[in-house]
C-alpha cells in the first residue's frame, strides 16, 4: 500500500521560504496524482498544488508565483517550494496521492486515497 512520508516545515519568518518534501513508497510518475492542502486552525482544508500523472502542475488561487510544486528525477519524491511566505500561510500541509483521480478533482482533498502525517508551518510577523 501507497505510504507518504512528509519532511521539511517549521517556523520562518514573513517574508522567508521553505521546502516540504513528501516521499513515497511507490513510483509516481504515470500513475499517482500528487496534491499538497493545508489547515489552518478552525478552517477548512485548502488546495494548494497538485503535479498530474503527465507532470502537469495546478496550483490554488493566489498561491501561484509564490508556491512551485515539483517532481524529483527519482519519480517518487514530490516537493512543494514556498516563498515569500506570509503569517497566513500558517497551517498544518499534507501530502495526498490518489492513483484513479482524474483532473476534476485534483483540488478536492476528499478524493485522495493516501496521505502524509501532515506537517506544521508557521509564519511570524
Known amino acids: 500500500q501507497m505510504q507518504l512520508v512528509q519532511s521539511g516545515g517549521g517556523l520562518v519568518q514573513a517574508g522567508g521560504s521553505l521546502r516540504l518534501s513528501c516521499a513515497a513508497s511507490e513510483r509516481l510518475a504515470h500513475r499517482y496524482v500528487v496534491g499538497w492542502f493545508r489547515q489552518a486552525s478552525g478552517k477548512e482544508r485548502e488546495f494548494v498544488a497538485a503535479?498530474?500523472?503527465?507532470?502537469?502542475?495546478y496550483y490554488g488561487d493566489s498561491l501561484r508565483g509564490r508556491f512551485t510544486i515539483s517532481r524529483d528525477s527519482s519519480e517518487n519524491k514530490v516537493d512543494l517550494q514556498m516563498n515569500d511566505l506570509n503569517p497566513e500561510d500558517t497551517a498544518v500541509y499534507y501530502c495526498?496521492?490518489?492513483?484513479?483521480?482524474?483532473?476534476?478533482?485534483?483540488?478536492?482533498?476528499?478524493?485522495?486515497?493516501?496521505w502524509g502525517q501532515g506537517t506544521q508551518v508557521t509564519v511570524s510577523s
Open positions: 495526498a496521492a490518489d492513483e484513479r483521480l482524474k483532473l476534476s478533482g485534483y483540488t478536492q482533498h476528499t478524493q485522495y486515497d493516501y
Open positions: 503535479i498530474g500523472r503527465n507532470g502537469h502542475t
